[in-house]
């Protein structure tokens, strides 16, 4: 990773950063079935969407330069599961 980042762990929807990011990587845990995570931009666009099997972890680091957030990032959706995400700062 060529900046500085920040891991921020959700267990619910709602904001997550409310300025211009980059999605660096994910961890996404189920916790009860099988779980999912919409992330998207401060435009309401979704850019990032995944799954987890019940009772599995799902770690990713995104190569390059990551996906761009322009104007924040929302976790729009999340159920069965708790998501940690890496960003710029």
């Known amino acids: 990773m060529k900046s500085d980042v920040k891991a921020v762990r959700a267990t619910a929807a709602g904001a997550v950063f409310g300025g211009r990011t ?37 770690s ?4 390059e330069d990551g996906i761009l957030f322009e104007g924040g990032m929302t976790i729009s959706a999340l159920s069965n599961a708790i998501v940690t995400v890496i960003i710029d700062k």
């Open 22 to 58: 980059r999605l660096r990587g994910i961890i996404l845990s189920s916790s009860g079935g099988a779980g999912s995570v919409t992330l998207q931009d401060g435009n309401s666009v979704t850019q990032f969407q995944a799954d987890v099997p019940n009772g599995d972890v799902f």
């Open 60 to 63: 990713y680091n995104l190569a």
